[in-house]
């Protein structure tokens, strides 16, 4: 079945380091991937997206690749900041029949102190 | 453009009680999806809605429940509330069929006791 596995957290990283957030994927098909980040009290918001092999989706500095031949959709950026500190989701669509239903990682917690 | 709209944010219940969450969807966005959000279980899909018919559902206890009225807005009830069932509960709005692409609401924190 599909599935979403990203590293454990949490990661503290210090004020302007670079982040990368480990994530692949198992699924049949061609699955669009997404980073969502929530944080504190809140929903999830979308922070980029990724609807083919080597699209690359990037927002507010954030970077991931689709890539297809190591199931991956690594996210990186490469200077964070406190206000950066959130827990990131990595999730793909489910594949098969017209839905949008999400399969999610168990989310990263990122701790940037300053 | 206002954002998917949940309500209450937050809620107290008992157990055996039954809940009803509400949510109302981008304007123009006709697929809703429900998830429920616990630390041990993480994200899991509990049903999506399109032009109110439900056309898929995740793997809960038929006590979840849901519908979608004809302006998009969808509710959830839960019945016979369990501690277990103590969550945040999140509604995500789609504007295509397919794309997987879902804007979150802020979700409604729902505690049993």
């Known amino acids: 079945g599909n599935s979403v596995t990203q590293m454990e957290g949490p990661v503290t990283l210090s004020e302007e380091a670079f982040l990368t957030i480990n994530c692949t994927y198992t699924a049949t098909g061609y699955p669009s991937l997404f980073w969502y980040v929530q944080y504190p009290g809140e929903g999830l918001q979308l922070l980029l997206k990724a ?41 793909l669509s489910a594949v098969g029949g017209a839905t949008n239903k999400l399969i999610f990682g168990t989310g990263t917690l990122l701790a940037v102190q300053p | 453009k206002a954002g998917v709209t949940q309500t209450p944010r937050y809620l107290i219940k008992t157990r055996g009680q039954q809940v009803t969450l509400s949510c109302s969807p981008i304007s123009g966005h006709r697929s809703v999806s429900w998830y429920q959000q616990t630390p041990g279980q993480g994200l899991q899909f509990l049903f999506e809605y399109f032009s109110e018919t439900q056309r898929n559902k995740g793997n809960f206890p038929g006590r979840f429940s849901g519908r979608q009225f004809s302006n998009s807005r969808s509710e959830m009830n839960v019945s016979t509330l369990e501690l277990g069932d103590s969550a945040l509960y999140l509604c995500a709005s789609s504007q295509t069929g397919d794309s997987g692409e879902a804007f979150f609401g802020q979700g409604t924190r729902l505690t049993v006791v």
């Open chain 1, 51 to 91: 609807t083919k092999a080597d699209d690359k989706g990037s927002n507010k500095g954030f970077e991931a690749t689709y890539r297809k031949e190591t199931t991956s959709f690594h996210l990186e950026k490469g200077s964070v900041q406190v206000s950066d500190s959130a827990v990131y989701f990595c999730a």
